[in-house]
């Protein structure tokens, strides 16, 4: 099966900054990749479709990029209200694998 | 606006099976979506445990597809997660979630069930 892998495991920014999160494929997945935030105590909420689509109602400063294996999830400029762990999901084909998460904090 | 929610008992013992409802309101389960269950151990990730679509049809993770069952009750909008033989392992936040056909993303998730497995 294909691994997920998220780098780095937390990070920590001020507002304002440029964060960006990684995912790692084991194999190609081509565009077939989904970014989730999750804050304490919620559900997660889809940020990104097919890597690079927009959910309606997600803040346009969060964008993904990538193909093939490797992926990227960018905050353009990051808000108090973007801590929070971030999850990638391969949507490939079954089975569906999340990675690790990656856990944002505001400094 | 669709909704889902997860129900079902929050304590199980060991060796015995876990039973969890989704009731999805504001959508009908027939619409060409596939309905899936992913499981949360506390303070940790997120772990795809099946999906179903309205016809029935199913996926599950490799991992546990010897014990999980997931079925789908089209006359009540809900769908249903059974796993056999549960371990302290299986202590989890459970959620369920509507997952695309076209781009097998989740949205909307339920707020999720927290079942512990303990005697």
Redesign the interface.
Known sequence: DIQMTQSPSSVSASVGDRVTITCRASQGIYSWLAWYQQKPGKAPDLLIYGASNLQSGVPSRFSGSGSGTDFTLTISSLQPEDSATYYCQKANAFPLTFGQGTRLEIK | QVQLQESGPGLVKPSETLSLICTVSGYSITSGFYW?WIRQPPGK????IG?IFHDGTT????SLKSRVTISVDTSNNHFSLRLTSVTAADTALY?C?RQ?VS??????????TLVTVSS
Do not use: R, V
């Open positions: 899936g990730g997120l772990e795809w999906s996926n599950y993770n490799p959620h979630a695309s781009t097998n993303s989740f949205d909307p998730w339920g707020q999720g």
